[in-house]
């Protein structure tokens, strides 16, 4: 039997938007984010799987700090000293050879640690394994598929979903993929499969884009030629982001008594009438108390939206004029928008 755990797109960055500074000067939100890292490695050990498959975007950029390069090195380790073997693939984010060698470069284990490229693994129960990290996309078409292969990348297949459902466009043909027995892809945040491909989905939420997606990574067993697949979850925060109309300051605080937002990330645009005086910093407080991990509000009234759609019997002079009328604009943006519409209508 053979035993993997692979995960994906985790995106560690110093400077996460969400989230505040500890008594340490961490983000929140990185914390966060290791302490995901640090849950994988425990299951795999805990486990006792051959071989852990990061597919690629550990890092946002392909310059990590030093500070976060030792955070995953020290987590990596464990694994590595528990005789797992880790193959670290490049995303489009951190695709840089040195990233994953010069990470463990103060390990004794550094054989056990691998930047899959363009990496064959024999599992010795009647199925091979392909790891293509980004930009290795020419390999896929070259492969010799003989023997039953799982192909493992960071890869954009053609109509393939991102977070906002948009369909993916000119990239790998799903066809090509057809020579292979299973596909487990990263990249695109969704998690999301058919019948030739299986994004495995981001190990936890990197936006507020992705406040619906499950958090997990993927556990496999090969035994004699036969694939056992579970998605294991991560119990991540909740990110709430939503749009509220109200008609008065006790209509906030109600619907701020309604959310379970304690620990949970909160985005909220309020709908208010024009005349409706509101204290912000009073309300800010009173969703803070309710223990956050963080909050954004945002109040939005209507002499504040841009509300005149463009008309088919008007041209874009007449459109921009009457714009004009209800809002007021400085002149060099004035001019720039024009333009902009101008160009529209042609």
Request: net charge neutral.
């Amino acid at each position: 039997m053979y035993k993997i755990a692979a995960f994906t797109d985790l995106h560690l960055k110093d400077n996460e938007s969400i989230g505040g500074i500890d008594e340490l000067g961490r983000n929140l939100r990185t914390v966060d984010k290791v302490n995901y890292l640090n849950e994988v490695v425990k299951f795999a050990i805990d486990n006792h799987v051959d071989a852990l498959f990061d597919l690629g975007d550990t890092f946002n950029d392909n310059s990590p700090s030093n500070r976060l390069r030792n955070i995953v090195s020290k987590i990596m380790l464990k694994a590595l000293k528990n005789n797992i073997k880790v193959y670290i693939l490049g995303g489009n984010h951190d695709t840089n050879d040195n990233v994953s060698f010069n990470m463990m470069s103060e390990s004794n284990y550094n054989e056990n640690l691998i930047f899959a490229k363009n990496t064959t693994i024999n599992t010795n129960e009647g199925i091979q394994l392909k790891l293509i990290s980004w930009g290795q996309d020419d390999c896929i078409e070259k492969m010799n598929t003989i023997t039953p292969t799982i192909l493992f990348g960071h890869l954009q297949i053609e109509g393939a979903h991102y977070d906002n459902e948009r369909l993916a466009k000119g990239f790998i043909k799903p066809s090509l993929l057809s020579k292979f027995k299973k596909v487990y892809l990263g990249h695109f945040h969704k998690r999301q499969r058919n019948d030739i491909y299986t994004y495995i989905g981001a190990l936890s939420k990197n936006n507020f884009g992705e406040r619906d997606n499950p958090d997990g990574f993927l556990y496999l067993t090969l035994n004699t030629g036969v694939i056992t697949e579970e998605f294991i979850s991560i119990n991540d925060r909740k990110f709430y982001q939503f749009e509220k109309e109200i008609y008065s300051e006790d209509d906030i605080y109600a619907h701020l008594d309604s959310l379970n937002i304690k620990d949970n990330v909160l985005k909220i645009v309020y709908k208010i009438p024009n005349d409706l005086t509101i204290h912000k910093r009073k309300i800010k407080e009173y969703a803070k108390s309710k223990n956050p991990f963080d909050v954004l509000i945002e109040y939005e009234r209507d002499n504040e939206k841009i509300a005149v759609a463009i008309e088919k019997n008007l041209g874009y002079k007449e459109t921009f004029d009457k714009y004009n009328q209800l809002n007021t604009t400085p002149k060099k943006y004035i001019e720039v928008g024009e333009g902009i519409i101008k160009e529209v209508f042609k």
